[in-house]
């Protein structure tokens, strides 16, 4: 369950109301790489995780609760930015200076709140709404939950960098001070959980290639040259691979290759150590380790999700939640 704080995590303020920049910010509070797609991303991941993996449960939900506290700062900052906006449109009989400048008029400012963007005049009345800063809403299909940590893990490193960007392209439109210094906070913030996110995913080993299946050694070290002309070559390319260690085969002539192997099917594993052989039996052995994890965690009847502390607060078992064994190793 969630409780909530009246306290903003961080002290959110605003020099002046500025429209204009509220309806950019609405890129962090509804947008694609904004603090609910984060918040609501790691809530859905964490959900795998409860039984079998409950340390990188509590730091999902650690971090998704904080970003629907930075939702909440995001949403406040816009609220404050389009001050006095409510006030006025309630003011419905009167000609009257919504934004609170001197010869602003009713029709001044419906102009300006069309032109910002028009969900602030006719729905919101002047607050945030789960829409970007283009006005598409919200959607869920912004989350990525794949129920494998090593897949979800990277999303998330991926989704921290994209927050960032997002707030460090944001700065750049405002010159507000305080509204930097909350803008400042946000993006460190999304620094701090990329960091930890990395370092969970450093915990699982192995944690490369993403998923369970190990990868065909015929195909893995391929570098396919589709273009003509000058061709770029660097670590992607040439020398060994960062995750398979694996030399680079770098095909001149994609099509030529593709003819003389029957479209790779007589193709031969270069460069690499690997074997079929030795990628089937590692197939076997993670996929035994991976799926034992996950069903060791999980009954089979009487599920039930967390335990509750007796009245004299020490924790009781409930009969369908298993005993957390450390994992055998074969
Ligand atoms: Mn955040
Ligand atoms: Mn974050």
Known sequence: MFYHSKELQYKARVSKPDPRFARLLLEQFGGGNGELKAAMQYF?????????????????MDIATEELGHLEIVGATIQMLLAGVNGNLKDAAESNDVFGEKNFSKEDFIHAAFSVNPQFGTVTGGGPCLTDSNGVPWQGSYVNANGDLTVDLRSNIAAE???????????????????????????????????QFEAALDT??????????????????????????????GPWNEGRSPGLDEEWQYIEDPRRQVLETEGLTRCKPQGTERTEASVRSADKKLSKERSREVRRATPESNIEWCDYADSDGRKKRSAGTPRRQPVEQE
Do not use: W
């Open 44 to 60: 859905v991941q964490a959900f795998a995780c409860h039984n079998p993996y409950p340390d990188k449960y509590d730091m999902l």
């Open 161 to 195: 960098s994209r927050a960032k960007i997002v707030y460090e392209y944001l700065m750049q439109f405002t010159d507000d001070p305080y509204v930097l210094d909350t803008l400042n906070f946000l993006l460190t913030r999304e620094v701090a959980h990329f960091q």
């Open 204 to 233: 699982i080993q192995p944690n490369f290639p993403p998923g369970v299946l190990q990868s065909d050694p015929r195909y893995s070290n391929l570098y396919s040259n589709h273009s003509l002309g000058e061709d770029a070559r």
